[in-house]
């Protein structure tokens, strides 16, 4: 019954039950139609273009489908190999070479604590049982600094289409990143969005140069113009030194690859205290390298508790294999594969192993 007394003839009802439904049928059917669509168009941009040619090797992770590997290095910028000129003197490159193994680069620039805990998720989701992890430990990482850290990490957007759990609650933003895992898991456009864009960027304009571009090359900071030094200037305005971050992550990347039958193995890196001591003062220099002594004790010491299996690079690691204070160049890049290559290939090594130690 209306309020003015009259009631609503039936039939108006019934029109307008069949008009809503008719509307939500609609959209369900543009709905599939956008969905098969993108399913189509994924599958024949995969099959029909050399997109893998111009993904960025560096970013495979996020854009790679898993092939043969059972070898990982997984890290961020110092195993990423930026200062190299050819792709077959990179880190992957050369373990590849020395193992006699394909070896996968699960590397990602500027990666956070929280993007090695997901990237030790992709990994221990997308590789077999009996794999073997190489994890970086940058001992700048954990030194307390006066720039915030980013908890979200600076990779979280694409990982959200490859990764997803529930938080504690549910809200809004929990339905979004479930929808985009969604779409990433089904849509090979939306999970590889990054090697579609970067084949696209190559056919509007000419194809990306991933090594001799800009400042990413064979450098050592001893040849320094000027690239080193304002590095290391950055890092002391930003240096605190007075403690250390969190070492948790390294707890969960561990039992994470563990869960999954994957072997972590830690590689300690080392740093190159003859730029410190060349580019500071002497008191400032001894300052800083007992702060990446106590990190470097540290952190091995939280690596042998979990009785985790670790390489400790050597101290004497040469100061031109670096291109700053704490990446390797081509060179550093070649002595790193060795280590980690004699440590694989050494039939005495056990848990808490190293390659060396300082």
């Known amino acids: 019954m209306a309020r003015d007394g009259h009631s609503i003839p039936q039939k108006a009802l019934v029109s307008d039950r069949a008009s809503a439904l008719a509307f939500l049928w609609g959209c ?5 139609a956008v969905y098969l669509t993108l399913l189509a168009a994924g599958a024949l941009f995969r099959g029909a273009t050399a997109w893998r040619e111009t993904g960025n090797p560096r970013e495979r992770l996020l854009w790679a489908e898993r092939g043969v590997e059972k070898v990982v290095v997984l890290g961020d910028s110092a195993f990423s190999s930026y200062y190299v000129d050819r792709e077959d003197q990179t880190l992957w490159r050369q373990l590849e070479a020395r193992l006699g193994a394909p070896v996968f680069p699960a590397v990602l620039d500027g990666g956070g604590p929280s993007d090695f805990v997901r990237s030790a998720q992709t990994v221990a989701a997308s590789f077999p049982a009996g794999s ?21 990490g600076n990779w979280s957007d694409a990982f959200e ?11 809004v933003e929990e339905v979004e990143r ?19 864009r970067q084949y696209l960027m190559s056919r509007v304009s000419r194809p990306p140069r991933y090594f ?45 690859l563990r869960d999954r039958g994957i072997r972590p193995i830690f590689v300690i890196l080392p740093v190159n205290q003859a ?26 010491h939280h690596l042998e508790q979990l009785d985790a299996e670790l390489i400790d690079i050597d101290a004497q690691f ?3 294999c670096f291109a700053d204070m704490v990446h390797p160049n081509a060179c550093g890049d070649k002595l790193i594969a060795a280590q980690i290559a004699e440590f694989v290939q050494r039939p005495d090594r056990s848990r808490g192993s190293r390659a060396s130690r300082r």
């Open 28 to 32: 369900l059917a543009l709905a599939a």
């Open 132 to 152: 073997t992890a190489f994890i970086d430990v940058l001992p700048s990482r954990f030194l307390w600094t006066n720039a915030p850290e980013n908890l979200e």
């Open 161 to 171: 289409y490859r990764l997803h759990r529930w938080g504690s609650r549910i809200c």
């Open 178 to 196: 479930w929808m985009r895992y969604q779409l990433g898991r089904w849509l090979f456009l939306y999970r590889n969005n990054l090697a579609v």
């Open 212 to 256: 001799q571009a800009d400042r990413w090359f064979d450098r050592a900071w001893t040849l320094d113009d000027g690239f080193a030094r304002a590095r290391y200037s950055t890092f002391k305005r930003m240096f605190d030194g007075s403690r250390l971050r969190s070492f948790a992550w390294l707890d969960e990347m561990t039992a994470t």
């Open 275 to 300: 730029l410190v001591q060349a580019y500071d003062t002497p008191e400032e220099a001894r300052r800083v390298s007992e702060a990446f002594r106590v990190v470097h004790d540290a952190v091995r």
């Open 318 to 320: 040469p100061s031109e």
